[in-house]
């Protein structure tokens, strides 16, 4: 069973960084998309990055897009998400998930979590202004 494990997520002031992590285990797909989702109270989960884990390809959401990052260490089978500029609105709670075999790069495919097989239980992020 494919596991996926957050962590880093906290609390900081508006303007702040946070980098969270999510490390998979039993995980073996080469060719796949990860990304990170939140959500926040009374909210419809979103996508906020995909990164396309055969290629390195990355897609982000119009509302992070210059300020968050997503990354990937194979060496490790760990995705992370840099993120700069906090804003509260960014106030959530952050999920990993991966995909089972997915071949090519589908931008319009990475930030829809109906693309995602394998869910992570999710790290708060808490943004103060």
């Known amino acids: 069973q494919v596991q996926l494990v957050e962590s880093g997520g906290g609390s900081v002031q508006a303007g702040g960084s946070l980098r969270l992590s999510c490390a998979a285990s039993?995980?073996?797909?080469?060719?796949?998309?990860m990304g990170w989702f939140r959500q926040a109270p009374g909210k419809e989960r979103e996508g906020v990055a995909g990164?396309?884990?055969?290629?390195?390809?990355?897609t982000y959401a119009d509302s992070v897009k210059g300020r968050f990052t997503i990354s990937q260490d194979n060496a490790k089978n760990t995705v992370y998400l840099q993120m700069n500029s906090l804003k509260p609105e960014d106030t959530a709670m952050y999920y990993c998930?991966?995909?089972?075999?997915?071949?090519?790069?589908?931008?319009?495919?990475?930030?829809?979590?109906?693309?995602?097989?394998?869910w992570g239980q999710g790290t708060q992020v808490t943004v103060s202004s």
């Open positions: 998930a991966a995909t089972g075999y997915y071949g090519r790069y589908y931008p319009h495919l990475m930030l829809l979590k109906t693309t995602y097989n394998y």
């Open positions: 039993r995980y073996t797909y080469s060719s796949a998309y």
């Open positions: 990164i396309y884990i055969g290629g390195g390809s990355t």
